[in-house]
């Protein structure tokens, strides 16, 4: 299955889809009832673990195919799918600020690293976009702290996701 076929089984299963969207809050509210203030003990940091990354990596996913894609890409701003590009992140924020009121997210198994993930990947990005964008005639136009900051920052930026990812 590719990321097309996905999409478009996502686009033609839309209340399947949303369903899923909507039931993931609610099980974060849920969880935060059942867990009376112990979210950070097991079993229950386990389930919010769980959560996190099942509300996490279509969110990221649909992010970064938005920017790839409408950013990027040449794709036109008024063809996004909302159900995929822009309810996938609100679902996500939902969750994380509904598991945050119960638990603080540091005490979470597997939190940072899918927070540095989240990092390197939106660095790598960055740094490939502006290395399509940059041709050697605009390259040779910008003003040499702009080329030395940036020369810097990614590696930088990237290097620190990876500090994330690793947990250290």
Partial sequence: MTVGALIEWISSHQLTALSVLVALPLIALWLGWLSKGRGDESPWCIFYSILIYLVCIPGISSLLLFVGRYLIGNGQLYDIDLLIHVAMPLCMIFTLLIIRRS????????????????????????????????RIVIFSQIHIGWIVLLLVSFPLLVWWGWRRVRGV
């Fill in 103 to 134: 638990v603080p997210l540091r005490e979470i198994p597997g939190f940072a690293t899918i927070t540095g993930f989240l990092l390197m990947l939106f660095g790598l990005m960055a740094l490939g976009y502006l290395l399509d964008r940059f």
